[in-house]
């Protein structure tokens, strides 16, 4: 079912990009909305996602109660065997023609807090000497054991406050990720609205400078303008046939890389929208501040490398001078040649035991991992220090810099209805015969750069935006923080 809610919801962008497709028109948002569902990028991180959150759940199975059956089934043993005397020392090899079978149950629980390990066992074990048609059973019903090592290192301590960290950092990685989905998105469209209007606009030329050369062609026969003109003309006629196969090709290539990328393969009548509407945004460089230290991974990620330094110093540390493990284990046993005489009458069972290791004289080995360790985490420290300053003047630099967008991409609209209303004039003035056709293409030439920079500003704007929008994980225009619903992700695999 989960699978199926999966292919309905791109079943139905599949359709609505149909539908735009259909009409001619394709908008940024709808561009985005395809990609973060339906790119190989997307796909890519959603799968990286699983893999961490089913590392940190196979984390989280580590400190709960394990059930095991461990044995050894029919271990047959035909061979000789040496033997010693007890009294004379002398050895002598005699026939062995056995097999054992014993079986362990146990439960196991591992200590975060301290390091020790936990065990609640049942153990059966049978011998068979067929030698002397004797059957041996020894059973331990029920044995508590306990490890604790003292004073060495607890990976699992450890491990307990770096895998949640690792596992938040996976989430915003995700997250952030989607944000690169997007820039690339926007990358791509603007990229084929760039030459999806240097094509519209090499056709517009075309029409104007065949109308204009046949303009041309009768006034030359009424004697109002020059031959030299009339070339000037029809080499520009020429020239706007070759840029309009020019800009077809060139458009075609963006448009199959764009829509490569969405993944998306009817898109013959396709035309995207530009995003001209530029929303009236004015960011609070504090705001992005805070915004991007609750959100983004930036903190997370200092905080795992200080952890990863400070657990290399801890085991440094341990692993120094003496070590001790104390194990015990308490509870009944009993032998028998019967299964059932393996469970009468029970006998106590108690193992108390303390090793210990402790090195005389390694040459200050020891000594040295420490100090060694020591310098590392001051080293990164210092590194992170200079890093978060850094990250921090960064986003400060684009939040300045995205501010000025809105004003920008108003003049550059404003510049290109100037150039628009200039080349109309220009034109007109070029059919009286009052300006000539090096005016006409200086014209011509401010409008086409007027056009292009405006999109290249409304570039700049987007790509500024949803760089910051990556860095916070906020969404400005709608004032909401960027989420997903990770157990819906989880579920639905």
């Known amino acids: 079912m989960r699978s199926f809610k999966r292919l309905l919801t791109g079943g139905i962008l599949i359709t609505i990009w149909s539908v735009s497709a259909s009409s001619q028109q394709l908008t940024l948002p709808d561009a985005i909305r395809i990609a973060q569902e339906n790119s190989y990028d997307a796909q890519l991180a959603r799968f990286s996602f699983l893999a961490s959150y089913w590392t940190y759940r196979s984390f989280k199975a580590e400190l709960l109660p394990s059930v095991n059956l461990n044995g050894g089934l029919a271990n047959f043993d035909h061979s000789l065997v040496a033997v010693r005397n007890y009294e004379d020392g002398q050895v002598a090899y005699v026939n062995n023609n056995s097999m054992t079978n014993h079986l362990t149950l146990s439960l196991d629980q591992q200590i975060a807090a301290t390091g020790g390990r936990v065990s609640l066992q ?142 998306v393969t009817d898109y013959e009548n396709s035309e995207l929208i530009p995003p001209y509407v530029v929303p009236e945004v004015l960011l609070n460089a504090d705001e992005v501040l805070q915004k991007a230290i609750a959100n983004s991974s930036h903190t997370l990620e200092q905080r795992q490398q200080m952890l990863n330094v400070e657990k290399a110093l801890a085991q440094a540390k341990s692993s120094k001078g003496l070590q001790l493990t104390l194990s015990g284990e308490v509870g009944f046993s009993q032998t028998g040649s019967t299964f059932n005489d393996a469970y009468r009458r029970l006998r106590d069972n108690e193992i108390v035991g303390l090793t210990l290791s402790l090195p005389i004289f390694d040459w200050g080995v020891s000594r040295g991992r420490v100090k060694m360790a020591e310098a590392r985490m001051e080293v990164t420290r210092t ?80 790509t500024d935006y949803y760089t910051l929008q990556k860095s916070t994980l906020y969404d400005w225009i709608n004032r909401m923080d960027i989420e997903v619903d990770f157990r819906e992700m989880i579920n639905d695999k």
């Open 122 to 263: 049942s153990y059966l074990y049978r011998l068979d000497q067929f030698s002397y048609d004797e059957k041996t059973y020894n059973s331990q019903p029920l044995r508590v054991s306990y490890t604790q090592p003292l004073r060495s290192f607890n990976a699992l301590k450890w491990e307990k406050k770096t895998a949640p960290v690792e596992y938040q950092i996976a989430q915003k990685g995700y997250l952030t990720a989607m944000q690169d989905v997007t820039l690339r998105v926007t990358g791509l469209f603007f990229s084929v609205l760039s030459a999806q209007s240097d094509y519209k606009q090499s056709l517009a030329t075309l029409q104007d400078r065949e109308a204009l050369f046949g303009m041309a062609k009768k006034r030359l026969e009424l004697g109002t303008t020059t031959k030299s003109e009339v070339l000037q003309l029809e080499l520009s006629l020429l020239n706007a046939r070759v840029a309009v196969n020019k800009e077809k090709l060139e458009l075609d290539d963006r448009m199959y890389q764009f829509f490569s990328y969405l993944r």
């Open 383 to 462: 590194k992170l220090e200079q890093a978060h300053s850094d990250y921090m003047q960064d986003l400060r630099k684009k939040v300045l810099q995205f501010n000025t967008q809105p004003m920008q991409c108003r003049d550059a609209l404003r510049a290109q209805e100037i150039a628009e209303e200039r080349y109309g004039i220009t034109r007109r003035r070029f059919e009286t015969g009052a300006v000539s056709v090096t005016d006409l293409n200086t014209a011509q030439q401010e409008m086409e750069s007027a056009k292009s920079q405006y999109i290249s500003q409304l570039q700049t704007f987007w």
